[in-house]
Each structure stands twice: as C-alpha cells, then as structure tokens.
C-alpha cells in the first residue's frame, strides 16, 4: 500500500535507537522526508547511516535535549513546519510513592507531559492551516495495565494521553489527527536493562529473562521494533484521516480488557 506521504515532513522525537528509530526508518522507507533528534551526536550520525542502509533515504539529524526549550527549538529551528510529529522520550525511573519526591513527578511531567504538549502546540496550528497533520504520541501500554512501581511513567503519560484527546476535537476537521502507541515490551535497550536486572536479581539467564518477559502475553513473545515502525507510518499515512483520538496498544495481546 503506498501511504500517501511521499514528501511529507516528519519529525520523530527520540529516534536515534529503539522505538524512535523504528518509526523515523518506517517512515523514511515510505518517501517522507525525516529529521531524527537525540542527545548524542555521535549515536544521531550512526542511527542516519542505519536508516540510509536499509531504505536508501537519507535523514536530518538535529542533536538536542527535548527536556530543554534550547532542544526543542533546535528541532523546530530544522524543520518549522512538519506534516508528522511522532513524539517520543525516555520514561522516568520506576519507584513506588514512598521512595518518590516532588523532584521525580516534575521532572516525569516535563519529559512525558508538558515536552511534548509545547512541540505539539508549535506545530499543530500550521499543519491545519495546511489541511495535512499527523501527531503520534509513543507512550506506554503500562497505562492500562500499570505495575506498581511505575506510577511516574503512568501519570505523565496518561496525562498526555488525556491533553492529546481534548486536542484532536478542535483539528480532526482539518485533516489533522492525534493518536497514541502504547507499545508493550519490544526488544529495544530499555528492554534490555529489564531483562538484565532479572538476571542480577534472581539468578537466571538472559535468554530465561527474555523468555519470562514474552510469556506475560499470549502472543508468547516480545515485539520487534520494526512492527512498531510500520504501525506508526500507517497512523501517519494519507488514509488514516479518519482515526483520531484512539490509543493503540501493541503488547503481543497481552491487555485483557474491551476497551
């Protein structure tokens, strides 16, 4: 299917690895043009190269922190005028209320809520005056089934969730859409980190971890990037004008409920 944004304008926050880097190559492969953002010069140059192998596309790194308005107007200053955002950050520390302080929610608020809502605010007003929007939001599937020591991550982000749906009422009309990925466990560096933690903490090997891991859902495994990429480029394609304000999670069906 060809998605209809050859030429677009995509900026995908967050996307030198993991699931950023997943999206921005979807994305890349599809005809768009992409500019990539991270923190790391040296990691931006390699995850561009990365992408250029396996689409053939070539990419624009900005280097900034999306946690600083300096950051944040680094990547608008290179592309002030997007037709996708896919907004991405790293989560907050995992910690139960009691080992929490003020300090830890309003640094989760600012990486997970507010961050993104200011690149969402200086973007959406231009991509309706041009009749063309797609905003994908990446969050976490922990907000409908969160753990008990990921309360930071769940707040912040349900918090955007909830801003994103009160959004997209207003700019649906003008062919500009918000939605949520709500991505379950995908074999990224984050993941990686859990599963080692399960080695150190109980004694098991690291194939075990994985395998622990992939059993919560009944899909039996763990997600792989790419998959995550290609339902990111659909949310953003021309023929996805009429899905707005929804919340997809990709966990492998491992989420129980109706809605």
């Given amino acids: 299917m060809d998605l209809g944004i050859t030429g677009r304008k995509a900026v995908v926050c967050a996307s030198s690895k993991g699931l950023g880097l997943a999206c921005a190559t979807a994305l890349a492969r599809e005809g768009a043009q992409v500019w990539i953002n991270g923190r790391d010069a040296g990691r931006l140059d390699e995850a561009a190269a990365r992408i250029l192998t ?4 070539r990419v624009n790194p900005v280097v900034g922190d999306l946690n600083t308005a300096e ?7 290179a ?10 950050n790293h989560g907050p520390r995992p910690g139960k209320l009691e080992v929490l302080d003020e300090a ?13 809502l200011a690149l969402i605010k200086a973007v959406v007003g ?16 922990q907000v409908l089934m969160p753990q008990a020591d990921m309360g930071l991550s769940v707040s912040a982000r349900a918090g955007l969730m909830a801003m994103a ?4 009422f207003d700019c649906v009309a003008d062919n500009v859409t918000v939605n949520n990925l709500l991505p379950g466990p995908f074999d990224t560096d984050r993941l990686a980190a859990l599963a080692q933690r399960y080695v150190e903490e109980d004694g098991i090997t690291l194939d075990q971890a994985y395998a622990r891991i992939g059993a919560r859902g009944p899909a039996g495994r763990i997600g792989q990037p790419h998959e995550f990429g290609d ?10 004008g ?3 304000g929804q919340c997809l999670t990709m966990d492998g069906g491992a989420y129980r409920g109706l809605f």
């Fill in 242 to 244: 009429y899905i707005s």
């Fill in 126 to 141: 231009g991509m309706r005056a041009r009749k063309f929007g797609r905003i994908v939001n990446i969050t976490s599937a």
């Fill in 165 to 168: 749906k009160v959004l997209q």
């Fill in 71 to 77: 950051g944040r107007a680094a990547v608008l200053a």
């Fill in 79 to 88: 592309c002030p005028d997007p037709d996708i955002l896919v907004n991405n």
């Fill in 104 to 116: 830890d929610f309003l640094a989760a608020l600012h990486a997970n809520m507010l961050s993104p």
């Fill in 54 to 57: 396996e689409t053939g596309a």
């Fill in 231 to 240: 339902a990111c480029a659909f949310l953003c394609a021309a023929q996805a």
